[in-house]
């Protein structure tokens, strides 16, 4: 069975940095393209930032442009998201997500495949 696994989540202060990992197993994602999405408390899921995972092309959302950078790893099968100058509003459970075509990756319906997610809590 296909999963995604998400790690690296956790506790930092507001200006810090994290790293997510996220990691397939069952498959290679082979010519997908893979994103992150977010989701506050009370609030819906977000687009976060999203690559194609051939041609290593990204598109970000706007409100992490400059401070986050999607990238992947051919032989460990695996897409990370760097987090830099973390904000208060980064606050939430961030998700790996695959399985849409590039045009609709910012599409939450679009997605097939999702992570279990992870926790990002920024603090003053």
């Known amino acids: 069975q296909v999963q995604l696994v998400e790690s690296g989540g956790g506790l930092v202060q507001a200006g810090g940095s994290l790293r997510l990992s996220c990691a397939a197993s069952g498959r290679t994602f082979g010519t997908y393209a893979m994103a992150w999405f977010r989701q506050a408390p009370g609030k819906e899921r977000e687009f976060v930032a999203a690559?194609?995972?051939?041609?290593?092309?990204?598109y970000y959302a706007d409100s992490v442009k400059g401070r986050f950078t999607i990238s992947r790893d051919y032989a460990k099968n695996t897409v990370y998201l760097h987090m830099n100058s973390l904000k208060l509003e980064d606050t939430a459970v961030y998700y790996c997500?695959?399985?849409?075509?590039?045009?609709?990756?910012?599409?939450?319906?679009?997605?097939?495949?999702w992570g279990q997610g992870t926790q990002v809590t920024v603090s003053s």
């Open positions: 690559i194609k995972w051939g041609a290593g092309t990204t």
């Open positions: 997500a695959s399985g849409a075509t590039w045009d609709l990756i910012t599409v939450v319906d679009r997605i097939k495949l």
